[in-house]
């Protein structure tokens, strides 16, 4: 049986998916977080995810681990072609390292024109055109930019508290964070990031939990929220007029899927709907048709010349 992967490489889990060549998904896996933000040239974080959610996707299907693929396909968040720690090694005839984004798009737009917003941990907008033109806009890392993402708002939420905390201010969100985060005091959380005991996942990790508080009518919650909703919102109209129109109007109406965690919250997926209305009222807003695992896995398909465009789950 010729195997295929897609392996979804992101700054809070790794996922892969593990097809045969007649395009059933037969295996599933997870490992830990890919990107190499903040690593050194020793790390084998990168490495071990690959491998490590692709043997599980293995197991999962039963199947020996050594078994070697047709063609993989892995995104990773923050990838601009240069891997600084331990390169990753897959038994693959093919194998191709890219950014998320693109298998974002792949996955969530099936190899059509249009947008795909990253809405996780991170935050980047991939587009391409009729022309086949490409583009990618945001991405920045946690540290210059990846407006509206899940670490964005957990950030903007300690900030928040911090600053009426030096105001002498009670702030709503501080008891919400103190639990979130299991310390007596914001200064203790602030000191424990820096010291690399709570990792940049714990802090995105909070923004459902915003999301919730921002539901249940909490202003500084809700004004966070709703800035994030509008910083994703402003990725996917400027990469829309980049590729389809100029700098204010769309040559036709352009196709925009929202993917990754944070559009599981459905309240926040339709705040991204309203938010991009705004923006740029002739964008279509369509629901992504597969996840980015398995984008990745169209790609590995794309790539060895196999004429798949849909899979069977």
Same mark, same amino acid.
């Given at each position: 049986m010729k195997l295929f992967a897609g392996i979804d490489g992101g #700054?809070?889990?790794?996922?892969?998916?593990?097809?045969?060549?007649?395009g059933r998904i037969i295996g599933r896996g997870e490992a830990g977080p890919a990107d190499?933000?903040?690593q050194s040239a020793d790390s084998t974080r990168l490495h071990d995810a690959l491998a490590g959610a692709l043997h599980a996707a293995l197991r999962n299907a039963r199947l020996q681990t050594d078994l070697s693929f047709v063609s993989a396909v892995a995104g990773v968040s923050g990838y601009e072609g240069h891997v600084y720690g331990k390169a990753p090694r897959l038994n693959a005839q093919k194998f191709s390292l890219v950014h998320d984004a693109s298998i974002a798009?792949?996955?969530?737009?099936?190899?059509?024109?249009g947008v795909a917003v990253v809405c996780g941990t991170g935050s980047s907008a991939y587009g391409t055109?009729?022309?086949?033109?490409?583009l990618c806009i945001g991405g920045w890392g946690y540290l210059f930019?990846?407006?509206?993402?899940?670490?964005?708002?957990? +950030?903007?939420?300690?900030?928040?508290?911090?600053?009426?905390t030096d105001a002498g201010l009670r702030s709503q969100l501080r008891e919400p964070l103190l639990e979130h985060f299991n310390r007596k005091t914001a200064r203790e959380i602030a000191r424990a990031f820096y010291a690399g005991e709570i990792p940049r996942s714990a802090i995105a990790a909070f923004a459902p939990?915003?999301?919730?508080?921002? +539901?249940?009518?909490?202003?500084?919650? &809700? $004004?966070?929220?709703?800035?994030?909703?509008?910083? $994703?919102?402003?990725?996917a109209a400027l990469t829309a007029r980049r590729l389809h129109g100029n700098r204010r109007v769309l040559r036709a109406p352009v196709r925009v899927a929202f993917t990754? &965690?944070?559009?599981?919250? +459905?309240?926040?997926?339709?705040? $991204?709907?309203?938010? $991009?209305?705004? +923006? #740029?009222?002739?964008?279509?807003?369509?629901?992504?048709?597969?996840?980015?695992?398995? &984008?990745?896995l169209l790609l590995a398909?794309?790539?060895? &010349?196999? #004429?798949?465009?849909?899979v069977q789950e």
């Open positions: #700054q809070t889990a790794t996922a892969a998916v593990v097809g045969a060549e007649d190499e933000i903040a798009h792949a996955g969530a737009l099936g190899g059509k024109a055109n009729e022309e086949g033109e490409t930019g990846d407006p509206g993402s899940g670490f964005w708002i957990g +950030r903007r939420a300690l900030e928040r508290v911090m600053r009426d939990k915003a999301m919730k508080l921002a +539901r249940e009518g909490i202003a500084d919650a &809700g $004004l966070i929220v709703d800035q994030a909703a509008d910083a $994703l919102a402003s990725l990754g &965690g944070l559009t599981k919250d +459905r309240w926040f997926a339709d705040t $991204l709907v309203a938010r $991009l209305a705004d +923006r #740029q009222p002739d964008a279509v807003v369509v629901r992504p048709r597969y996840g980015s695992a398995i &984008g990745a398909y794309r790539e060895a &010349g196999v #004429q798949i465009t849909e």
